[in-house]
Structures are given as C-alpha cells and as structure tokens.
C-alpha cells in the first residue's frame, strides 16, 4: 500500500520513518507529475518544495500553527498532505483550487496568490497571537523571487521589531521566481549558498583555540564577540541579522532530517528568524530540469514521460504581442521593454533575446516597474511595461502619480485582461478598466484581434505625453474581425440596414465576435442592431454620443467589473452630451470569481449572447409597450464557447 494513502493529515507524518519519509517524498513527485500533466498546473515549483512541505509538518502542528504560503502556487504538496488527494479536476470547476483556499481546508489561509504579501499576513497573525496568548506559531513560506518585492522588506522591518515574538520565515531559495532571480538580493543569496558559513568556521576555530593554553580561551571569547564581521566576511547572512532577525542555514532543502532540526530550532527560538532552504525547481523530473525558462513553473496538459505538451494550441494574444514588440525593437531604437519577473509569461522573451540591453527585469516589484518606467520616459526613451491585468492594481498609486501627473510617455500591456477562469479571483483582469477609468490623461486600448493588437501597439507607443495602456485576454486568439465602417475613431462591424434602428452594441476588446452574435440573435427578433468596436475605449470617442443618439438603446458589453467600467464611462459621456438614451451595461459583476473554465464562468455571469439576446429583447420590448415578445429562437442557441 502505498504511503501517500496513508496519509489523511499532517499528524500521520508522525509515525513514519527517515526511510519512510524519503519514500513518500518520492511517491508525492510521481503522483504530482502524473496528476498534474492530466489537468495542466504549477509543476515546478511543487516538485521542489516536498521535502521541505513535509518537515514543516511535521515540526509544527497545523492548523493550529499557521503554515502561511507566499503566491501558493507550491501548496499542492501541503493540499496532499492535508487530507486532499483528488486531483482529478485541479483547477476546474468543482476541483481543487491551483491555490490554497479557505473554502477547502482549515489548514488554508492566504488565497491572493500575489507575491511577496505573506510576511504582512505573518505579521498581523503573530500580533494578534501576542494579543490573545496565543501560544501556537506563524510560519512563512517565501520564494527568493518573492523578496524581491518591496512589500517583503516593509514586512520584515516590522517583524524584526519584536525581538520576543516568534515567527519563523522559511525562505524557499531555489534561485528562481518564474525564471531565475535577478537583483542584488539575488546576489547576496547566491553568496550565501556559496560559503562554507560562519557557524562551521567559528567550531573549528573553537576546537584549535580551546587547545590553546593560556591565551586560547580569552581570544576565542574576543572572535566570538566580534563575530558580526567575521559573519560579514564568510557567509554575508548579516543583511538580516542587522534588521535583528536571527539566521539559519543555508540548509539542503531536500534533506528532510536536517531541515526537521533547522525548523525545530527555529520553533523553539520564541522570537523571528529566517531558515534558509536552498531547493531545486523541478526536481525528480528530467524534462522540468531540462527547461531552462522556468523549469516547468506552470504548464498545460503534458505528455508524463516527455513533458511535450498534447495538444498545441494556434497563436495566443501573447505571442502576437512579443512578436511584434520584436518589430518595434527593430524600427525604434528608443522602445525598451520592463517586465516584473515574468519576462517569458508576458511574451518579452523574444525581444529580450534580440535587444539585451534594452529589457528590465525589475523582479516582483510593480510598484518598482511603474515609477522607473516613468524615470525612462523623462530620459528620452519609451518604456513598453508588460504585466499581468491583475498585478497592475498593486503600481495604481504610481500609474497615477508618477506616470500619468507627469504625463509620461509610457505604454502598459495588460496581459490575461478579462475573466482567465481557472486560476481564480485573484487572477481573473476584471478591475483595470475600472480603476484606470479615474486617471487624467490615460488612454486604454482593448483590441479584438491580433491584427488590432500589433495596431493599437504600434499607436500606443507613439504617445509621448500620457501613459497608454494595451489590455488582451489570455489564450488563443481568434481569426480576424473585419471592419465593415468606421465612425470617428470606431470601427462599424456590423450595419443595421436602417436609418433608426433599435440597437447600439458597444464590443469591447475580445467579446467582438460573441456580440456579432448577439446581433444576429436579436435580428431574428426583429430588432435592428448596429456594434461599434470602440478601440480606444478611454477616453470614450466624441463620436459615440451622436451614434447613441440615432439608436433607441445602448448595450455595452465587456469583461470587466460593471462598476465604474467602460459601460460606466460610456453612460456618463452620453449624459455630458445630453443624449438621453436608454444604456445596459453588461460585464461582470462585482465580486470574486471561483476557479472554472473561462465558458463556464461567463455562463455563471451571464454574459453569453443567448443571456444577453433575452435581456436585450426584453427592454426593447418594454420599450414597444409589448410584453408578449418571445425569445424562442435565442433559447434555442447554446450559449458561447472559448
């Protein structure tokens, strides 16, 4: 029988042996990387951290120690040893999450999966122990990438100001974050894991000294006192020691019984300290440690034995983006290109390739990327700032006061805009539209296809007085929608065939071809519909008030949060003119979205054209005075796929 089903919660890690352990921890990446391939998901940073998963369960006692995980993309190995070993629908709907979720285990806490925030949370769980004598423990796990975010650092300047509060912070130095650590944190760990260390130099010295007679004893007691500098010299851990957290390690992550001593140390200090675990990224799997990029960090479906994927899929809207920032590169010697830690996932590995000189990975530090992009524009040249949708909200501040105050000429690409489905609420790009709706100056682009994309590109870095921002989905990209007109700076992608007809559908960015759909639901109904691609949808066009104005109704249709999104704009620009025109905004509503396929999500929310089509039909129909309208044909059609 296999140890793993043995295993229904951390306590039957108690009962096991070092023999034992080091067979379940062979038997944890087999099952991994078999589950995993089925379901696609972070495989990397899982395989690395099995070892060091089970110690801290076994030295401390969760739930009632909080064994908190930064990002928790490599949480699978805590989800299997917690009593969850189904991982047949891993990130779909009614499957587990890809992250640790309050909803499926007490042993769960942080669910954000944004990076570098676990040291706050270890912070304020700590206080509150203090506070409530409490004598449990706060452990936190962080990657070396994570440290890179400032967030980290603000968090451990508070932590060490409790010299007699315990919490202890296990930092997971696998030298990578997505791809491999860059910075000068990155370097000063590098050191470290390169040094013999001060502790096996000061034993040694010890030993020759206390052989000495007479003078060995006091001299000795003057090294160790002055040891702070000598630590600085052998193994430079002295960047955390002067923030007054103690230091152990570096320790081999892969060794279970040293790591049970290091934590169990730890535990018992009764004040913060930092163990430091150097592990390997993709560990016990050759195709993983083969890949150079980011060693498997998240993959799709794979073949188990070669890691290839099964299925490929056609050009995504990354890859149209990266090929031609490539071609920008290429005309424009002042394009350069920031990423933060991501540099594969956002498509800027290409151009990073083909201009070295001209990337900056500013590691996790959005906050970081937007104020020094805005330094690069002031300089001369034209930051390109390619990030995810959704980890754009943590720089707001500083695309508000930074870039857009001093109307800087900076381009933000927003990778995975809109709802991404299966690694849940805090990946989904729901709020940038929204949030971004408030900034002076700011223009956003939300194109439909790739032909948009490599356009609106192009004309967004050729603003150099205001940021501009490029929002995309995630995935594949769809075949072209045409323009059949364009009205002031829209594009007409269907006519209505009348002078008054009934309809305006606003399309905004990748939903063009579900409201064409719509479109065509409704003219069975016999409503007449005119769908307008903004393009730019801030600021809201001049020419959508008149275009609204011939219509006997607006719909906008985004996805994005309804509240303050581009039906919002949309609805107060028609006020601003005096147009008064019926508007229905539809999007998404405002709360956090659960882990499913993108489909399956939109169809919760309703925002698929059969959904939309009835609620359309219905407020044309009030508008008739009729009420008998049926919509026998938009319920005969399924709703909308990916």
């Given at each position: 029988m296999p140890l793993l089903t043995r295993i229904r919660g951390p306590r039957d890690l108690d009962r096991l042996s070092l023999e034992e352990l080091a067979q379940l921890a062979e038997e944890i990446r087999t099952f991994l990387v078999q589950e995993v391939s089925k379901t696609g998901g972070h495989l990397g940073p899982n395989l690395g951290v099995v070892e060091?998963?089970?110690?801290?369960?076994?030295?401390?006692?969760?739930?009632?120690?909080?064994?908190?995980?930064?990002?928790?993309?490599?949480?699978?190995?805590?989800?299997?040893?917690?009593?969850?070993?189904?991982?047949?629908?891993?990130?779909?709907?009614?499957?587990?999450s890809g992250y640790p979720s309050q909803a499926e285990s007490e042993h769960d806490v942080i669910e954000n999966s944004h990076a570098s925030t676990v040291l706050g949370w270890a912070d304020g769980i700590a206080k509150a122990n203090e506070l409530r004598k409490r004598d449990s423990h706060v452990v936190a796990v962080i990657g070396d990438g994570a440290l890179t975010g400032g967030m980290a650092w603000?968090?451990?300047?508070?932590?060490?100001?409790?010299?007699?509060?315990?919490?202890?912070?296990?930092?997971?130095?696998?030298?990578?974050?997505?791809?491999?650590?860059?910075?000068?944190?990155?370097?000063?760990?590098?050191t470290l894991r390169t040094t013999d260390g001060y502790e096996r130099f000061l034993a040694r010295t010890k030993e020759l000294l206390e052989r000495t007679p007479v003078v060995g004893r006091p001299l000795y007691e003057t090294l160790h006192g002055a040891k702070k500098g000598f630590k600085d010299f052998i193994a430079p851990q002295g960047m955390f020691e002067d923030l007054g957290l103690k230091y152990v390690g570096p320790i081999d992550g892969h060794d279970i019984e040293a790591l049970e001593s290091a934590?169990?140390?730890?535990?018992?200090?009764?004040?913060?300290?930092?163990?430091?675990?150097?592990?390997?990224?993709?560990?016990?799997?050759?195709?993983?440690?083969?890949?150079?990029?980011?060693?498997?960090?998240?993959?799709?479906k794979i073949h188990p034995d070669t890691g290839l994927p099964i299925a490929s899929s056609g050009a995504d809207w990354t890859s149209v983006f990266g090929e031609e920032m490539v071609k920008l590169g290429e005309e424009r010697e002042d394009v350069v290109a920031i990423t933060a830690a991501m540099l594969q996932p956002v498509g800027l590995d290409k151009f990073a390739k083909r201009f070295p000189e001209r990337v900056y990975d500013v590691g996790i530090a959005e906050q970081h990327g937007a104020v020094s992009a805005a330094g690069l524009a002031h300089g001369g040249v034209h930051p390109v700032f390619a990030v995810y949708a959704t980890f754009l909200n943590r720089a707001f501040d500083q695309v508000l006061m930074d870039v857009a105050l001093h109307k800087c000429g900076v381009t933000f690409v927003l990778d995975r805009a809109g709802i991404t489905g299966t690694d849940?609420?805090?990946?989904?790009?729901?709020?940038?539209?929204?949030?971004?709706?408030?900034?002076?100056?700011?223009?956003?682009?939300?194109?439909?296809?790739?032909?948009?994309?490599?356009?609106?590109?192009?004309?967004?870095?050729?603003?150099?007085?205001?940021?501009?921002?490029?929002?995309?989905?995630?995935?594949?990209?769809?075949?072209?929608?045409?323009?059949?007109g364009r009205v002031g700076g829209m594009d007409v992608l269907r006519e209505p065939g009348t002078d008054r007809p009934d309809v305006l559908l606003v399309s905004v960015g990748a939903l063009a071809p579900m409201c064409l759909e719509i479109a065509a639901l409704l003219e069975k109904q016999g409503i007449s519909t005119t769908v307008v691609d903004p393009r730019w949808v801030k600021p809201v066009d001049e020419a959508m008030a008149p275009l609204a104005e011939r219509h006997r109704v607006v719909v906008t249709v985004e996805d994005n949060s309804r509240a303050g999104g581009v039906g919002s704009a949309i609805a107060q620009a028609l006020r601003d003119a005096g147009v008064d025109v019926p508007l229905r905004d539809f999007g998404i509503p405002p709360r956090f979205l659960d882990h499913a396929s993108r489909a399956e999500v939109m169809a919760e929310i309703g925002l698929t054209a059969p959904d939309i089509a009835r609620q359309v039909t219905g407020l044309v129909a009030r508008l008739d005075g009729k009420f008998d309208r049926t919509a026998e044909a938009v319920d005969s059609v399924e709703p909308a796929r990916d």
């Open positions: 060091l998963t089970i110690a801290l369960h076994r030295v401390f006692e969760s739930p009632k120690d909080k064994v908190l995980w930064d990002t928790g993309h490599q949480s699978y190995v805590h989800k299997l040893l917690t009593g969850r070993q189904d991982f047949s629908k891993l990130k779909m709907k009614g499957g587990l603000e968090a451990l300047n508070n932590i060490a100001d409790a010299k007699d509060r315990p919490l202890v912070i296990v930092v997971n130095d696998n030298e990578r974050s997505y791809a491999p650590t860059i910075g000068g944190l990155a370097n000063h760990l590098a934590l169990a140390r730890a535990k018992r200090f009764g004040g913060p300290v930092i163990v430091h675990c150097l592990t390997e990224k993709g560990r016990g799997y050759q195709p993983a440690l083969q890949d150079e990029a980011d060693r498997f960090h998240a993959v799709g849940g609420a805090s990946h989904n790009g729901m709020w940038d539209m929204s949030i971004l709706q408030v900034v002076p100056g700011l223009r956003l682009a939300a194109p439909r296809d790739a032909d948009q994309v490599r356009a609106q590109l192009r004309e967004a870095v050729a603003v150099d007085d205001a940021p501009t921002v490029v929002r995309f989905s995630k995935g594949a990209v769809g075949p072209a929608v045409p323009a059949v």
